[in-house]
């Protein structure tokens, strides 16, 4: 008993030592990130980032897309929004923790602390694969997710995309592996708009088969040993939490 006990304490205790907590100023803005060290060894550390919806906070999405319980070899980001992006009925005033959801949006704030977070983890003591970085958003993170990649995506191996797509936004950019999951309840962001950005996913990806069914998901075969997988189940609008086993899967198997 006592030597179970003991176990767990070491384990509570290892989780709690490696998160941290980090700040970085950004043309006079203090922009936070919350930090979970890779528990597992590895020659080279991927590098997951994780944006939260609007009104999140790191610490709230850290719980809720708790990637660092998955791939623990990984170094897993969550980044944290920042207040001036309006949205009518939700947070007309944009007091609210957001994200930008164009290239040229809210000068592109959100795309310099993104840079900024990815230089400063090649100039810690971490040996990064830049072939394995990844993102993850939900929501108006998802729609920043795809911002990065129409603008960072020669940094990024693969994204996961959930309840917000790119849309034309994205017309262009370069084909890395994408999953997309859509709630076909969602009464925040309608489906069908979603899915007006299967076609530009497609496209980017080079994709001209039908993709084969395997329960929720499409999965598609792309240029470059890129992949598309299509997830949408009848849910609302949320993050696909049971999948996060087959999500880290999915980012395992691709590089840039």
Not at 9 to 28: A, D, E, K, P
Not at 42 to 56: A, W, Y
Not at 195 to 215: H, M, Q, Y
Request: charge should be positive; glycine fraction near 8%.
């Amino acid at each position: 008993m006592k030597r179970h006990l003991l176990l767990f304490l070491l384990t509570v205790s290892i989780s709690i030592v490696s998160q941290t907590i980090r700040t970085y100023n950004i043309n006079g803005l203090t922009r936070k990130a919350i930090f979970y060290e890779p528990i597992l060894k590895s020659d080279k550390i991927p590098v997951v980032f994780v944006f939260h919806g609007h009104g999140g906070n790191a610490n709230f999405v850290s719980k809720r897309i708790d990637i660092q319980n998955y791939y623990k070899e990984a170094l897993v980001i969550f980044m944290e929004g920042f207040p001036g992006r309006t949205v009518p009925g939700l947070d007309p005033n944009g007091k609210m923790n957001g994200w930008q959801i164009f290239a040229d949006d809210l000068e592109g704030r959100d795309i310099q602390f993104f840079d900024k977070v990815l230089s400063d983890i090649h100039q810690k003591n971490y040996n990064i694969d830049d072939k394995k970085i990844y993102l993850i958003g939900h929501s108006n993170g998802a729609r920043f997710v795809n911002v990065l990649w129409k603008t960072r995506g020669d940094k990024i191996a693969a994204i996961c995309s959930a309840s917000a797509q790119g849309g034309n936004m994205i017309s262009g950019a370069v084909p890395i592996s994408v999953w997309m999951y859509i709630g076909k309840n969602d009464r925040m962001v309608f489906p069908k708009s979603q899915e007006e950005s299967i076609p530009i996913v497609k496209s980017n990806l080079g994709i001209t088969d039908k993709g084969k069914t395997d329960g929720n998901k499409t999965i598609f075969s792309g240029k470059n040993n890129t992949e598309l997988v299509l997830q949408q189940s009848n849910s609302g609008h949320e993050f696909p939490k049971s999948s996060l086993p087959e999500i880290i899967s999915f980012f395992k198997r691709h590089t840039k």
